[in-house]
């Protein structure tokens, strides 16, 4: 048991703590994911798209943000980001989370995923006669 000692608001921050305690293991929170398209890693000069998903019941609207590692602020407010042609600077890990825009209570966050950009394809290929 949480105790805080204070002369007046010893059963106040009781109530508060259990109620924080109940509400946070009735039920689980959806997560965000992202998905990278083609793949998370790519050739330099291809098209890629990061997309942010959050399945949770009842709600139809949301408010998507898209961070960088290492980037200071948003770079994209869309459910989707595509780079086109995607380039090395691109490479890095990703996050993105969303609000319900009807309550704008519940901030839902994915895990980082990484998108890895490698040197351009070559499409040459050569044919040997057998």
Same mark, same amino acid.
């Given at each position: 048991?949480?105790?805080?000692?204070?002369?007046?608001?010893?059963?106040?921050?009781?109530?508060?703590?259990?109620?924080?305690?109940?509400?946070?293991?009735?039920? +689980?929170?959806?997560?965000?994911? =992202? $998905?990278?398209?083609? /793949?998370?890693?790519? &050739?330099?000069?291809?098209?890629? !798209?990061? %997309?942010?998903?959050?399945?949770?019941?009842?709600?139809?609207?949301?408010?998507?943000?898209?961070?960088?590692?290492?980037?200071?602020?948003?770079?994209?407010?869309?459910? +989707?980001?595509?780079?086109?042609? =995607? $380039?090395?600077?691109? /490479?890095?890990?990703? &996050?993105?989370?969303?609000?319900? !825009?009807? %309550?704008?209570?519940?901030?839902?966050?994915?895990?980082?995923?990484?998108?890895?950009?490698?040197?351009?394809?070559?499409?040459?290929?050569?044919?040997?006669?057998?």
């Amino acid at each position: 048991m949480c105790v805080l000692q204070s002369s007046k608001c010893v059963h106040t921050v009781k109530a508060a703590i259990f109620f924080i305690v109940n509400c946070c293991h009735c039920t +689980e929170k959806p997560k965000a994911k =992202v $998905t990278i398209k083609p /793949a998370q890693h790519v &050739f330099r000069g291809e098209t890629v !798209t990061l %997309r942010c998903d959050i399945f949770a019941e009842g709600v139809t609207s949301w408010k998507y943000s898209w961070y960088k590692e290492d980037s200071t602020g948003v770079f994209s407010e869309l459910q +989707e980001h595509t780079f086109s042609p =995607v $380039t090395e600077s691109d /490479a890095g890990k990703y &996050f993105c989370y969303g609000v319900e !825009t009807e %309550r704008s209570r519940s901030l839902h966050i994915s895990d980082e995923v990484t998108l890895t950009v490698s040197g351009e394809f070559d499409h040459l290929f050569t044919f040997t006669q057998v």
